[in-house]
T-cell receptor, first 117, second 112 residues
Framework: GAVVSQHPSRVICKSGTSVKIECRSLDFQATTMFWYRQFPKKSLMLMATSNEGSKATYEQGVEKDKFLINHASLTLSTLTVTSAHPEDSSFYIC?????????????FGPGTRLLVL | DQQVKQNSPSLSVQEGRISILNCDYTNSMFDYFLWYKKYPAEGPTFLISISSIKDKNEDGRFTVFLNKSAKHLSLHIVPSQPGDSAVYFCAALPFNTDKLIFGTGTRLQVFP
């Protein structure tokens, strides 16, 4: 099946620093990637939809200046958490939609655990 | 407003028996329903889906049933195996969008 990777898998940073998380589709082209956030014992919350070559679409309540998304190629999307604070600590998961696939074919990355101290 | 609900946070089942995971939804404008399996610190893995025009879809040990009048779907795993122990999320895909809406998950534990 299709593979989506995320890097890093885990990151610990100081409050106030910025952290970049990469999401790559390894064996398919993804015109659309999604970024989710999962709080402990909670559902996956869609943060934004990332479209290759255009601006990301953010869900209501998600600060676009806080969570910068760049989808520069058909295989790479990045999420940058700017000026991270402890409340940004969470599990961030990306998914990618196969360009050649039907609408609901989303493949998920393994996630990135962010801990802001 | 939780459009997709999984009211049972956890389920414990003996190996070899049937596991039934339930999911309810409030919106009639969903096109597809999907089940994902998730291990700790990993991304969700797609298991099985069902179109809103179907009422059953089967794939090996996994069967999903859809009851549109009750706005309810369920995932049956039979026979259950210890490796099935994970968190299971149901998700719904509205018409004309590719944004999945996830339920809160049910933790399944299969014991020997």
């Amino acid at each position: 099946g299709a593979v989506v990777s995320q890097h890093p898998s885990r990151v610990i940073c100081k409050s106030g620093t910025s952290v970049k998380i990469e999401c790559r589709s390894l064996d398919f082209q993804a015109t659309t990637m999604f970024w989710y956030r999962q709080f402990p014992k909670k559902s996956l919350m869609l943060m934004a939809t990332s479209n290759e070559g255009s601006k990301a679409t953010y869900e209501q309540g998600v600060e676009k200046d806080k969570f910068l998304i760049n989808h520069a190629s058909l295989t790479l999307s990045t999420l940058t958490v700017t000026s991270a604070h402890p409340e940004d600590s969470s599990f961030y998961i990306c998914s990618a939609r196969d360009r050649a696939g039907i609408t609901w074919t989303q493949y998920f990355g393994p996630g990135t655990r962010l801990l802001v101290l | 407003d939780q459009q997709v609900k999984q009211n049972s946070p956890s389920l414990s089942v003996q190996e070899g028996r049937i596991s039934i995971l339930n999911c309810d939804y409030t919106n009639s404008m969903f096109d597809y329903f999907l089940w994902y399996k998730k291990y700790p610190a990993e991304g969700p893995t797609f298991l099985i889906s069902i179109s809103s025009i179907k009422d059953k879809n089967e794939d090996g040990r996994f069967t999903v049933f859809l009851n549109k009048s009750a706005k309810h779907l369920s995932l049956h795993i039979v026979p259950s195996q210890p490796g099935d122990s994970a968190v299971y999320f149901c998700a719904a895909l509205p018409f004309n969008t590719d944004k999945l809406i996830f339920g809160t998950g049910t933790r399944l534990q299969v014991f020997p």
